[in-house]
């Protein structure tokens, strides 16, 4: 799986638009870009993924560049629950249902009220 | 509530013991994964199973080994323990076919005496 290099922090003002950036310059032309998030200790949670086209649900939006080196994650209205570390994942689809998640550091993103 | 149970939620043992981790995927979710997540090496995925048949390997040592039940539970055992074992194991679940997400359980927390 291609490598991701994110910030390692980021604060955003309660209310705001959150946006994480995601670097992944070796990607295949194959592989998904997916989005989790972690809150504290609990178990991680899936935001979002995307092949190609930009991509929205109820709780964020993808962006993915033309030449699929480097997405934003798109937090519209940041909370105080949104505190968490998202990671940003670049995998392989080989079929037959998700594949291993190849988890980096992530970005330990800090809503301020 | 993702609908993936884990048992038991902590677990506390010594150095050179053996332990057994459980997991209940969603209803109708075929495919079981475990990670570790340990301070030093982050969120690791260590195995996937599909359907009761070993699927993918990670960063899974020798000295633990998992299995996939007909009822489609699985286990997660570990043994010889050393203190570095001393993690959270999360397992998650997915759906059958397509690039899809992780639905993860809450963890078990282990710590190695």
């Known amino acids: 799986d291609a490598k991701t290099t994110q910030p390692t922090s980021m604060d955003c003002a309660e209310g705001r638009a959150a946006n994480l950036p995601c670097n992944h310059s070796t990607i295949s032309g194959n592989e998904y870009v997916y989005w989790y998030r972690q809150i504290h200790s609990q178990g991680p949670q899936y935001i979002i993924h995307?092949?190609?086209n930009n991509e929205t649900n109820e709780m964020a939006s993808l962006i993915i560049t033309e030449d699929r080196k480097s997405s934003t994650l798109i937090l519209p209205h940041a909370t105080l629950r949104d505190t968490a570390v998202y990671y940003c994942i670049v995998s392989l689809y080989s079929g037959g249902g998700a594949d291993g998640l190849t988890f980096g550091k992530g970005t330990h993103l800090i809503i301020q009220p | 509530d993702s609908g993936v149970t884990q048992t038991p939620k902590h677990l506390i043992t010594a150095t050179g013991q053996r332990v057994t981790l459980r997991c209940s995927p969603r209803?109708?979710?075929?495919?079981v994964y475990w990670y570790q997540q340990s301070l030093d090496q982050g969120l690791q995925f260590l195995i996937q199973?599909?359907?009761?048949?070993?699927?993918a390997k990670g960063n899974i040592l020798e000295r633990f080994s998992a299995q996939q039940f007909p009822d489609l539970h699985s286990e997660l055992n570990l043994s010889s323990l050393e203190l570095g074992d001393s993690a959270l194991y999360f397992c998650a679940s997915s759906v059958v076919e397509g690039p899809n997400e992780q639905f993860f359980g809450p963890g078990t927390r282990l710590t190695v005496l």
């Open positions: 995307g092949l190609k």
């Open positions: 199973y599909y359907n009761g048949e070993e699927r």
């Open positions: 209803s109708g979710d075929l495919s």
